[in-house]
């Protein structure tokens, strides 16, 4: 496949633009280069002391595999998803079954490829008649098989009684209560015999409802691997870890450290962690699994650069150096003497011939080369350790320069192995010309994706393998017959890209770290990094049908919806921005918080659900001062604790919403500060209820619902508290990408 490229110039100055509008970039990446990235190599070389370049290169390529393989773990789950919304509509809507039948048969829509290229392409519609096309010839079978099944006789008894208007279910009954009188259970079971009867009697309303629960089983599945192999990718590369530093010092910032201690012991092993998330419900599960593919998608950008960066800067060669193995042994070492002191003699005259204590504090820059806000991310604790660090006097100096004696025996042997600490960590001109390259090949490497999503799609093979055995080890280091797996080569696309930006692109982006640099190879290494990027982002708005569904349905969650954080002076209006925010309220421990495009949630709901309204989500403003990177399933340790810090009378209201509103989440229960007092009866009495509001979001009109009709919401004049500002900087500090 060929695919149409600009020139050069224009692509060049379409990155520069790109480039432009983000200035804190290369800070900003190599701050996270430093604290997670270099961490990951270093416990590959720590786990492998004896590892070779070569099969350090290969550990990073499966490891790169890894990350797509999990991002596809979930690729069937949201078009079975689709496949169950169908099916509720049938069962709703019965009447309706012959009509898409016979549809489904016309020659203009009897196959896959003509609905997708009909008016009922990207419609609820076109679901009705995709789903038709794949269970129908399996249901006539089934069918066949059934009445075939029947002792003979029955089948022309059930017809006669259909015939002359008997109700299925009067049908049934007569038909079941003779084959118990007439046949031994040994001859068919009673409950064998009453699967095959219903089928026969009611036909494709109980296949359908038999589809339903396979698919429930089978989505459910799907979505407990996904979960767990997100779960453990984000894990592998510290952004759980990070993620638990950021909470805790949010917690403990509104008094709640102990919560935050409870919340940081819910650790599992994989076995545990997936027998947790089976106890979750379909719903639950779809709002988890959209969270962390929503959270990977973006730590997965990042780290994408930051592999990107690795190659281009030959890290590896560096990380395995000795002289830098040494100095990561020496902050291994370290570690221990900021708080212990060892009564050592130690010669620190600035003549001698041994590191000194202005040697010990080039190594503290060195451990930390980068000035990073620590207090913004980290817990006061970890703050405090860094600067006891860097800070010598905070420190115990006579067992750090005894360490450094130990592991760096010469003044001369210090200098070397400093000159090769710096080594390893790029300059700010290696940082902006990768970025650079990474802007270039950005637009012709999502081309590319795109026409091979095209490609995919249209196959009659989709989703399976387009390599050999032999190309798939050769490319991506192992061989995979995982279900949904794209698999195909990127040396077509780059070596396209090759013939048409080659020369130009070389002269660009020579360095003098990189007098040759080649745009084959380069392209081939960010296809390979950047995929899991690119469809980790599709699966999220893929998944984007299923969640509405679910928050339509309000029998999932209680509370779920548009997040609003404006209104008009008399609160019947909500102010909508390009980007709307949805919130969820499962059953784990934060609430879940995402961003779409408007435009898109409006063409989505209109072709699925005939409306543009939702749910409005209320109460985000009680998660403002904790943002929500991590959640986990509930442990009956945390819902303890939780029923007993609800009560206490000493938390600060922030500190109080913020647990009335977790626990709710255990509980189920709506917290009072949600709910409105109603009368009861005619006296005085009240009573809480949570009122639900709806927001038309192509208008933003905010309506309730009376008599089962949408009714516009009666006017207040309430102005824009400052809790509801207070969600909006929220929602700014949680997009931020750490």
């Known amino acids: 496949m060929q695919i149409d490229l600009p020139q050069f110039d224009d692509a060049l100055k379409s990155s520069k633009l790109y480039r432009q509008v983000k200035p ?3 800070r900003f990446l190599k701050e996270y280069y430093l604290r997670n990235f270099l961490p990951y190599i270093e416990n590959i070389i720590r786990e492998n002391p004896e590892i070779t370049y070569e099969e350090l290169n290969q550990k990073l390529k499966l490891d790169i595999t890894d990350i797509n393989e999990a991002i596809f773990e979930a690729s069937n789950i949201y078009h079975n998803y689709l496949d169950l919304l169908v099916i509720k509509y049938f069962e709703e809507n019965p009447e309706k079954v012959k009509y898409y039948m016979d549809l489904s048969k016309d020659p203009k829509y009897d196959s896959f490829e003509k609905v997708h290229k009909s008016e009922y392409e990207g419609t609820f519609e076109g679901n009705i008649l995709n789903y038709l096309h794949t269970v129908t010839s399996t249901y006539e079978k089934e069918l066949s098989e059934c009445i075939d099944g029947l002792p003979d006789g029955y089948y022309q008894k059930i017809q006669e009684d259909l015939n002359k208007g008997n109700s299925p279910k009067a049908v ?22 009453n699967d095959v009867a219903k089928m026969v009697i009611y036909g494709f309303s109980e296949y359908i ?33 990070k993620a638990k530093r950021i909470r805790q010092v949010q917690l403990e910032r509104i008094g709640l450290s102990e919560l935050s201690k409870k919340l940081d012991k819910m650790t599992s092993s994989p076995n545990e962690f997936e027998n947790e998330l089976n106890n979750l419900s379909l719903g639950n599960l779809l709002a988890y699994n959209v969270f962390y593919t929503n959270r990977y998608s973006k730590e997965a950008d990042i780290l994408s650069k930051a592999f990107f960066t690795a190659f281009q800067c030959d890290l590896l060669h560096k990380m395995l150096d000795p002289e830098v193995s040494r100095f990561f042994e020496f902050k291994d070492r370290i570690k221990k003497h900021t708080e212990t002191d060892y009564s050592v003699i130690y010669n620190n005259d600035s003549t001698t011939e041994y590191p000194n204590k202005a040697d010990l504090s080039r190594i503290m820059r060195n451990m930390f080369p980068v000035e990073i806000d620590y207090n913004r991310f980290f817990s006061k604790k970890v703050t405090n350790l860094v600067e006891a660090r860097r800070d010598s006097s905070k420190v115990s100096i006579p067992g750090l320069l005894y360490e450094i004696k130990e592991i760096y025996p010469t003044r001369e042997d210090f200098e070397k192995s400093m000159s090769k600490i710096e080594e390893i960590f790029p300059s700010d001109e290696q940082y902006e010309m990768v970025l650079d390259k990474m802007a270039f090949l950005h637009v012709p490497v999502t081309q590319t994706l795109e026409a091979i999503q095209t490609q995919v799609y249209n196959s009659k093979d989709s989703f399976d393998t387009h390599l050999s055995e032999e190309d798939e080890l050769r490319i991506f280091g192992n061989i995979s017959r995982k279900k949904g797996l794209v698999r195909y080569s990127h040396e077509p696309y780059s070596e396209n890209i090759g013939r048409v930006y080659g020369e130009n ?13 080649n745009i084959v190879e380069d392209a081939n290494k960010y296809f390979r990094i950047f995929t899991p990027v690119y469809y980790s982002y599709e699966f999220k708005n893929d998944a984007l049908i ?7 349905d309000e029998n999932e969650f209680k509370n779920a ?28 421990t934060s609430a879940i918080q995402l961003h779409y495009n408007r435009q898109n949630l409006l063409d ?21 001062g904790v943002s929500n990177q991590i959640i986990r399933p509930f442990n009956k340790d945390v819902e303890k604790y939780l029923k007993k810090l609800i009560k206490d009378p000493t938390l600060c209201n922030t500190a109080k919403n913020y647990v009335s509103r977790i626990y709710s989440l255990t509980s189920g229960k709506i917290p009072d500060h949600l709910c409105s007092e109603v009368p009861v009866g005619n006296g005085k009495k009240t009573r809480l209820v949570f009122k639900r509001r709806y927001i038309d979001i192509k208008n933003g009109n905010i309506y309730q619902i009376k008599d089962g009709k949408y009714v516009p919401i009666e006017p207040t004049n309430v ?20």
């Open 209 to 241: 409802k038999v589809d339903s629960d396979f698919l429930k089983k089978e989505i459910k599945t799907s979505l407990v691997s996904s979960i767990s192999k997100l779960n453990f990718q984000l894990e592998k590369f510290g952004f759980i870890e």
């Open 172 to 193: 049934f009954e007569s038909t079941s209560k003779r084959f118990k009188t007439e046949f031994s259970p040994n001859f068919l079971t009673v409950k064998n015999f």
């Open 24 to 26: 804190e970039e290369p």
């Open 505 to 517: 692109y070389n002269e660009t982006f020579k360095t003098e770290q990189n007098p040759d640099p």
């Open 561 to 588: 919806g548009i997040i609003v954080n404006r209104f008009n002076s008399d609160r019947t209006n909500a102010k909508l921005n390009f980007s709307t925010g949805i919130g969820i309220d499962p059953n784990l």
């Open 546 to 552: 299923a969640l509405l569904s679910a928050i339509k």
């Open 604 to 624: 989505i709901l209109s072709q699925y659900f005939g409306d543009t309204i939702l749910p409005a989500y209320e109460g985000m403003e009680d998660f403002c």
């Open 719 to 738: 102005q824009q508290n400052d809790s509801e500002k207070a969600v909006s900087a929220n929602e700014r500090d949680d997009s931020y990408e750490i």
